[in-house]
Structure formats: structure tokens, C-alpha cells
């Protein structure tokens, strides 16, 4: 997806991954996997109060396409791999909270889950305001069932150089796992319908 | 000799596009990997730890492929390389310095034009403890524009009984480089300075 013609005006795209092992002292065979796509953009309306947001919520449709996308491509993975996911925002501080609320919730699930196919669970998220390098823990939940407690997790995204005032830096979390070493019970994601969401 | 364990791996690519100024045609892309590895040497002082130098080599080259790979790039559109290491509390900065060897010549092998010492930086650090990891122009060390670092960490390491060794790289100048100095287009590329 090019980033030329979008409304967001990106500074930056940053990808992590990253892939466990090992832990305990136990083998994760094969690997848990995770990756976080971040874009650092402009806030079109930093520094000052304005009621109607739609610029904001056309940015989130963009950024669920192209960050969704993206995170996708890092793990390597087809799209129907994906088995949870997060999305989060960090509004530098000549903006406001309502900004990544505007980002986020509207329209940033619809492409985000074309991105990861079928997704019937909502996306977990968070949000904050922040200076530079600000972390933010990206809740992780199973994409089709919000109650598969294996998939219970977060991702802890930053950049140390943003975001600046005038900035937002908006964060999607895919994963091709849930924790490395599940063992609390709950539903299972083998046993999950996957029909309303939830179970 | 010890094995080496590998718990977790991280890999970070950037694309800049700008940073206040215009709008860059190709962005600027910077990738880093870092591998969570145990240290075998951690919690008594051991006189003896190059046998662990042979060790890392493999896991050196192999890190410096990865990250060429996940950047999307290849052997000839790398420009900048830098390296380092954060040793878990339980360790001491000397293993840090293992990485030297095994970091540098596996990213010298596998980046086309690379005369340039690969520049580096250590510490012993807790948990979740970032490293701004240092960047030099792969090819001659004086050249201006590729001066930069990149800062890496992750949250869960490095446990005291742990350390992270570290490769980033990058494919140019700075977004906005303007400060003059030697450039990339000026170099002679023999001895690795100028």
C-alpha cells in the first residue's frame, strides 16, 4: 500500500518482531511469534479543540489497511494464520485523549480485519497520552473468540523518538500464537465456535 | 565449549520519511535484530570465556541475513552497520565484548562494501535496559551523513543470567543529512576511514 496519497501524514513506519524460543527454560517448538506495525503521524488538530473528527476516523480506516497489512507481512504469514490481535494510539500532548478514540474505534476494525481474515472478536485496545519514547502495552486477545484465555496477552510497543506534540503514534499487534506457555485454562482455541466473538 | 541458547529474538525495521523537512522519495530504513541469548558465564568470574567467540560466529551470520531479510534489502543497498551488547546483571561487561568479533565480521561478510570497523557500544544493564547502538557508514568511517544510532531494547531482557547481542543497519544518510563533512559519493573506500 503506498503511503503517498493518504490522508495521515506518516513521518515514520516502524515493524517489531519478535519471536520466542525459549522460556523458563522451556522449548517453544514451534516459536510463539509477534508483531507490531507503527505509524508516527501528524495530528491534524493539535492545539486546538475541534468538535468533528472525521479526518481523524478516515486516518484509522487507512491505518487498519496499511498497518494491519503490514504486521501481516512481517510475521510471513498468510492472513488467515493470524490468531489474536491489539491495536493502540499515544496522542502527543497538544492533542487529546478523544483523538486516538477517533483513530482507533470507528473504522480502523473493518480493514484490520480484512487484513487478518474473519476477526469476530472485537480488538482489544489502549490508549494514552505521552511524550517521546512513551511505551504502550498493546492488549492481545483472539481474533474470532475474546475468551480463549491462551490469547490473553500484550505487546509493548515505542519509539524513542516519538511521538512529538503534534503527533499520534498509532500501534497494530498481530500474533501467529497465544502465550508461549498457556497452562491457566479456560476456553481453548481449539474449542472455540468463533461465531459471536466471544466463545 | 558452552552452546548457545537463544531465547528470544527481536527484529525492528523503521522507514523515515521525514522528520519535518521534505518528504523523503525512498524513506530512510533502519533495521535492527537482537537476540536474547543465555550467558554461559554469568554469576562467577571465569579467567578463560574466547572459547564462547567461535560459538556466537554462526549465530552472528545468521542474525546479519535475517536482518537484510526482513529490511527487504540485499548485500549491496546496506550502507550503515553498527553492533553492541547488554549484559544481564548476573554477567560483566568483558562478555559483552565477545560480540566484537563474531557481530562485526558476520555483518563484514555479508554487506558488499564494508572496509569500515563496525562501530559498537556495550553496557550491563536490567531488565528492559535500552542501548543506543551506534552507526557508521560501512565502507569508510569518516562519512558524515551516516553517523546515527539506533536504540534497541526489549522489555523482558536481559535476565540477570542473560545477555542481548545486537546488529542493526541502515541503507543511507540521514533523513535531512546536512552537515556537511565527508560524503558517500566522495569516498575512496580503501582503508575503511575516508
Same mark, same amino acid.
Given at each position: 500500500?503506498?503511503?503517498?496519497?493518504?490522508?495521515?501524514? +506518516?513521518?515514520?513506519?516502524? !515493524?517489531?518482531? @519478535?519471536?520466542i524460543?525459549? @522460556?523458563?527454560?522451556?522449548? *517453544?517448538?514451534?516459536?510463539?511469534?509477534?508483531?507490531?506495525? +507503527?505509524?508516527?503521524?501528524?495530528?491534524?488538530f493539535?492545539?486546538?479543540?475541534?468538535?468533528d473528527?472525521?479526518?481523524?476516523?478516515?486516518?484509522?480506516?487507512?491505518?487498519? !489497511?496499511?498497518?494491519?497489512?503490514?504486521?501481516?507481512?512481517a510475521?510471513?504469514?498468510?492472513?488467515?494464520?493470524?490468531?489474536?490481535?491489539g491495536?493502540?494510539? *499515544?496522542?502527543?500532548?497538544?492533542?487529546?485523549?478523544e483523538?486516538?478514540?477517533? *483513530?482507533?474505534?470507528?473504522?480502523?476494525?473493518?480493514?484490520?480485519?480484512?487484513?487478518?481474515?474473519k476477526?469476530a472478536a472485537?480488538?482489544?485496545?489502549?490508549?494514552?497520552?505521552?511524550?517521546?519514547?512513551?511505551?504502550?502495552?498493546?492488549?492481545?486477545?483472539?481474533?474470532?473468540?475474546?475468551y480463549?484465555?491462551?490469547h490473553?496477552?500484550?505487546?509493548?510497543v515505542? +519509539?524513542n523518538d516519538?511521538?512529538?506534540?503534534?503527533? +499520534?503514534?498509532?500501534?497494530?499487534?498481530? !500474533?501467529?500464537?497465544?502465550?508461549?506457555?498457556?497452562?491457566?485454562?479456560?476456553l @481453548?482455541?481449539?474449542?472455540?465456535?468463533?461465531?459471536?466473538?466471544?466463545? | 565449549?558452552?552452546?548457545?541458547?537463544?531465547?528470544?529474538?527481536?527484529?525492528?525495521?523503521?522507514?523515515?520519511?521525514?522528520?519535518g523537512?521534505?518528504?523523503?522519495?525512498k524513506?530512510?530504513?533502519?533495521?535492527?535484530?537482537?537476540?536474547?541469548?543465555?550467558n554461559?558465564y554469568?554469576?562467577?568470574?571465569?579467567?578463560e570465556?574466547?572459547?564462547?567467540?567461535?560459538d556466537?560466529k554462526?549465530?552472528?551470520?545468521?542474525?546479519a541475513?535475517?536482518?537484510?531479510?526482513?529490511?527487504?534489502?540485499? $548485500?549491496?543497498?546496506?550502507?550503515g552497520?553498527? &553492533?553492541?551488547?547488554?549484559?544481564?546483571?548476573?554477567g560483566?561487561?568483558?562478555?559483552?565484548?565477545?560480540?566484537?568479533?563474531?557481530g562485526?565480521?558476520?555483518?563484514?561478510?555479508?554487506?558488499?562494501? $564494508?572496509?569500515?570497523?563496525?562501530?559498537?557500544?556495550?553496557?550491563?544493564?536490567p531488565?528492559?535496559?535500552?542501548?543506543?547502538v551506534?552507526?557508521?557508514?560501512?565502507?569508510?568511517s569518516?562519512?558524515?551523513?551516516?553517523?546515527? $544510532?539506533?536504540?534497541?531494547?526489549?522489555?523482558?531482557?536481559p535476565?540477570?543470567?542473560?545477555?542481548?547481542?545486537?546488529?542493526?543497519?541502515?541503507?543511507?544518510?540521514?533523513?535531512?543529512?546536512? $552537515?556537511?563533512?565527508?560524503?558517500?559519493?566522495?569516498? &575512496?573506500?580503501?582503508?575503511?576511514?575516508?
Amino acid at each position: 500500500m503506498s503511503t503517498e496519497k493518504l490522508t495521515a501524514k +506518516i513521518r515514520k513506519l516502524s !515493524t517489531i518482531v @519478535e519471536d520466542i524460543h525459549l @522460556e523458563i527454560g522451556q522449548q *517453544i517448538a514451534p516459536s510463539t511469534r509477534r508483531a507490531a506495525a +507503527i505509524a508516527v503521524i501528524e495530528n491534524p488538530f493539535a492545539g486546538k479543540y475541534n468538535e468533528d473528527l472525521e479526518e481523524l476516523m478516515v486516518i484509522g480506516a487507512e491505518l487498519g !489497511t496499511l498497518l494491519g497489512e503490514r504486521a501481516v507481512a512481517a510475521l510471513g504469514i498468510e492472513p488467515a494464520q493470524v490468531e489474536s490481535y491489539g491495536k493502540g494510539a *499515544i496522542v502527543g500532548e497538544n492533542g487529546e485523549l478523544e483523538h486516538a478514540a477517533a *483513530i482507533l474505534h470507528p473504522r480502523l476494525g473493518g480493514p484490520l480485519r480484512a487484513a487478518v481474515e474473519k476477526g469476530a472478536a472485537l480488538v482489544p485496545s489502549s490508549k494514552k497520552m505521552g511524550g517521546l519514547g512513551t511505551p504502550l502495552d498493546v492488549p492481545l486477545g483472539h481474533k474470532d473468540a475474546a475468551y480463549v484465555r491462551s490469547h490473553f496477552d500484550a505487546m509493548e510497543v515505542r +519509539i524513542n523518538d516519538a511521538p512529538r506534540a503534534n503527533e +499520534i503514534l498509532v500501534a497494530i499487534v498481530v !500474533t501467529d500464537s497465544g502465550r508461549p506457555l498457556p497452562r491457566v485454562g479456560g476456553l @481453548e482455541a481449539k474449542d472455540a465456535e468463533g461465531k459471536d466473538g466471544l466463545r | 565449549m558452552p552452546e548457545v541458547i537463544v531465547r528470544k529474538t527481536i527484529t525492528t525495521v523503521e522507514d523515515i520519511f521525514h522528520e519535518g523537512g521534505p518528504r523523503a522519495e525512498k524513506p530512510y530504513r533502519r533495521g535492527a535484530i537482537a537476540s536474547v541469548i543465555k550467558n554461559p558465564y554469568a554469576g562467577r568470574y571465569v579467567e578463560e570465556i574466547t572459547p564462547f567467540i567461535e560459538d556466537l560466529k554462526p549465530l552472528g551470520l545468521k542474525m546479519a541475513q535475517d536482518l537484510i531479510a526482513a529490511m527487504g534489502e540485499n $548485500s549491496a543497498t546496506i550502507e550503515g552497520y553498527g &553492533k553492541g551488547a547488554i549484559v544481564g546483571a548476573g554477567g560483566e561487561l568483558e562478555h559483552g565484548a565477545l560480540w566484537h568479533a563474531p557481530g562485526g565480521y558476520s555483518m563484514r561478510e555479508v554487506v558488499k562494501d $564494508s572496509k569500515a570497523i563496525v562501530a559498537s557500544t556495550k553496557k550491563v544493564g536490567p531488565v528492559g535496559a535500552r542501548l543506543d547502538v551506534p552507526v557508521t557508514h560501512a565502507n569508510a568511517s569518516y562519512v558524515r551523513s551516516h553517523f546515527d $544510532s539506533i536504540e534497541v531494547g526489549i522489555n523482558d531482557a536481559p535476565r540477570a543470567d542473560e545477555m542481548l547481542v545486537i546488529l542493526v543497519m541502515t541503507t543511507g544518510p540521514r533523513v535531512h543529512s546536512r $552537515s556537511g563533512g565527508l560524503l558517500a559519493s566522495e569516498i &575512496k573506500g580503501e582503508d575503511g576511514l575516508k
